[in-house]
């Protein structure tokens, strides 16, 4: 294919280069390197996630709490997917010096769940002042999210606990992820979770995550595999890799992420830890520029592509390339008419004497 037809996805959609790989600083951590290297700085916003496969399983509350300790906690949010909580044992799920929310997997029938599994906790250091953002939080068969809010350093955070069920429509989970969000895009957003979409394979999963996310000017910031497990195939032990855990930000700010390769649960632990006072003492404005996609214009999108009459003409083209010219030019001036460009400004503020 000659280069000038080729595909140019840097015009088709800007947010594909929004995220740089080389302004991220993501490492792979033992307990030992953690404690060596890492050093976190008292103005920094702390998460941590994990799929816990059961946090009240014998000894894994002991389990995390003795890495919490040794690690010397830094954490200022506690994430856990995959809880299996109860009513019946919720309230044994604790952590010193934290406030608990729990979201429970239902037990009745108004939903088809499963007996067991799912369910999403949150722990908030107990400084902290923060809202329950209810309204937000959401469990149906695909989909178990709980979010709160609250302020950090004079900047006002909207923080979900994501938990995607395996094996159920990834469309319908990454709309409830819009719908939930697309409103709050002036919020700073960060969604911890386990999403059970491998962004290591190329497939139109992969690419439906990417696109809701992307949309909403969230980019991932944990790089490599999360959940590391062996399977038997075609009768011997095979070795799998996916990266299905990731922290979702929108912030400007620079940040540190990573994976603490300890094996608590069948996942490793994941966080971020976000640097407000790194921002330029200066106030400034930087312009994002971004695409809006949403259910109404793609559908408009793919309707109108489908029903073109250019394309009645290009099935008639006998020419393979030349057809494929006459795709991408009716591809991208549909993309551009129902996705322009939108342009937004976002102020760099400077004052940052207030700690949450």
Same mark, same amino acid.
């Given at each position: 294919? /000659? ?9 088709? !959609?800007? !947010? ?51 890495? %919490? ?30 406030? /608990? ?6 037990? !009745? ?99 439906? %995550? ?9 980019? /991932? ?23 299905? !855990? ?22 490793? /632990? ?63 001036? %549909? ?22």
């Amino acid at each position: 294919m /000659p280069a000038d037809n080729r595909l140019n996805m840097e015009e088709i !959609d800007p !947010d594909i280069n929004h995220y740089n790989e080389n302004t991220v600083n993501f490492k792979q951590y033992s307990i030992d390197t953690f404690i060596k290297d890492m050093k976190i700085d008292s103005g920094t916003l702390n998460l941590f996630h994990n799929n816990a496969h059961s946090i009240m399983k014998d000894g894994r509350l002991d389990e995390y709490n003795i890495l %919490l300790n040794t690690i010397g906690n830094p954490f200022h949010i506690l994430v856990f997917t995959e809880t299996w909580l109860s009513d019946k044992n919720k309230d044994l799920c604790q952590f010193d010096g934290y406030v /608990p929310l729990h979201l429970l997997r239902p037990t !009745d029938n108004q939903y088809d769940f499963k007996t067991r599994g799912g369910g999403v906790s949150v722990f908030i250091k107990e400084h902290i002042e923060f809202k329950h953002r209810a309204d937000l939080s959401l469990i149906s068969p695909s989909i178990e999210c709980i979010f709160v809010e609250l302020n950090f350093h004079n900047k006002k955070y909207l923080i979900g606990g994501v938990y995607r069920v395996p094996n159920t429509d990834v469309k319908t989970f990454c709309k409830s992820i819009n719908d939930l969000i697309e409103p709050h895009r002036s919020h700073n957003i960060i969604l911890l979770g386990d999403y059970n979409i491998c962004l290591q394979q190329n497939n139109c999963h992969k690419i439906e %995550l990417q696109n809701t996310m992307q949309s909403n000017s969230l980019y /991932p910031t944990i790089l490599a595999p999360t959940r590391v497990a062996s399977i038997m195939r075609d009768g011997q032990l095979v070795t799998t890799n996916s990266l299905i !855990d990731n922290i979702y930000l929108n912030t400007q700010s620079k940040f540190q992420s990573g994976i603490l390769e300890v094996s608590i649960s069948d996942h490793y /632990p994941i966080f971020a830890l976000i640097n407000e006072q790194s921002i330029p003492s200066s106030n400034k404005e930087t312009t994002i520029k971004y695409r809006l996609i949403n259910e109404n214009t793609l559908n408009k999108f793919k309707y109108d592509l489908a029903n073109n009459p250019e394309i009645s003409n290009i099935f008639r083209t006998n020419s393979g390339q030349e057809a494929f010219s006459k795709f991408l030019t009716l591809f991208n001036n %549909l993309y551009d008419i129902y996705f322009p460009i939108k342009s937004k400004k976002k102020l760099l503020e400077k004052d940052y004497s207030n700690p949450g």
